[in-house]
């Protein structure tokens, strides 16, 4: 499924009337790809969500892009392979990115556990609209939540290429937010990621 560079040669992108800056502005907050990696159960799912429902509460244009429904949909096809994790990345960061162009604050959540792969993810946004978040927990406390009893299958062998435990998670190098939820609960999460997240999507009118 190579896509045919002569053919994309062919291909002009159209510009839309309607700006990203004018939905925006409209929306009166900006939009951005925020990205959340780290181990299974490490709270990625939970922390979107929680975050999710505050900044929508808060009449922010918001959607999780969660990388196991993805899995049901647009990524159906897709194994837990090196090739086929790095696809699932490149179409999260490609949807996101519309999304972003939509004039949505996008939160992705995926293990992510290749840093090259993140920094691919991140390349493609504009340097202010992509944040990196490190939900960081030890194996030890994610193997004891393991809230889709996955660690469990993985280790009588029944997930094989599990991240953790066949297959390594890189640490982000430079994340631009680090949560550690190992000994915090959700809410405490929120109270650090909430307030960070709200001043880095303020529309501030002149400096856009
Ligand atoms: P992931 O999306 O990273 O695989 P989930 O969000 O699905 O992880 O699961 C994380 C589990 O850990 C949930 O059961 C959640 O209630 C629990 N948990 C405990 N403390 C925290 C915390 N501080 N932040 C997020 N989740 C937490």
Redesign the pocket.
């Known amino acids: 499924m190579k896509s045919n560079s002569q053919d994309a040669a062919n291909i002009v992108w159209h510009p839309q009337l309607v700006t990203k800056k004018a939905r925006n502005q409209s929306n009166g907050h900006k939009s951005m790809m925020i990205w959340f990696t780290?181990l299974?159960?490490?709270?990625?799912?939970?922390?979107a969500n929680a975050l999710q429902s505050e900044l929508f509460k808060r009449g922010i244009q918001v959607y999780v892009l969660d990388g196991d429904n993805l899995r049901h949909g647009i990524n159906t096809n897709l194994s837990f392979s090196m090739e086929d994790r790095k696809e699932n990345i490149r179409r999260t960061a490609e949807v996101g990115k519309l999304f972003v162009d939509a004039g949505l604050v996008v939160l992705a959540?995926l293990i992510s556990p290749v840093e090259e792969e993140r920094q691919r993810a991140r390349s493609r946004f504009a340097e202010d609209e992509f944040l990196e978040v490190y939900?960081s927990c030890t194996l030890q406390e994610c193997e004891k939540?393991d809230?889709?009893g996955l660690y469990k299958k993985a280790r009588k062998g029944e997930i094989p290429q599990f991240t953790g435990i066949h297959q390594p998670y890189e640490e982000p190098k430079n994340p631009d937010i680090c949560i550690d939820?190992t000994d915090?609960?959700?809410e405490?999460?929120m109270q650090i990621i909430l307030p960070i997240i709200l001043e880095k999507i303020a529309w501030k009118k002149g400096k856009q």
Request: aromatic share 0%; hydrophobic share 20%; no cysteine.
């Open positions: 780290g299974s159960g490490s709270g990625k799912s939970t922390i959540a939900v939540r809230p889709k939820t915090r609960t959700v405490q999460s």
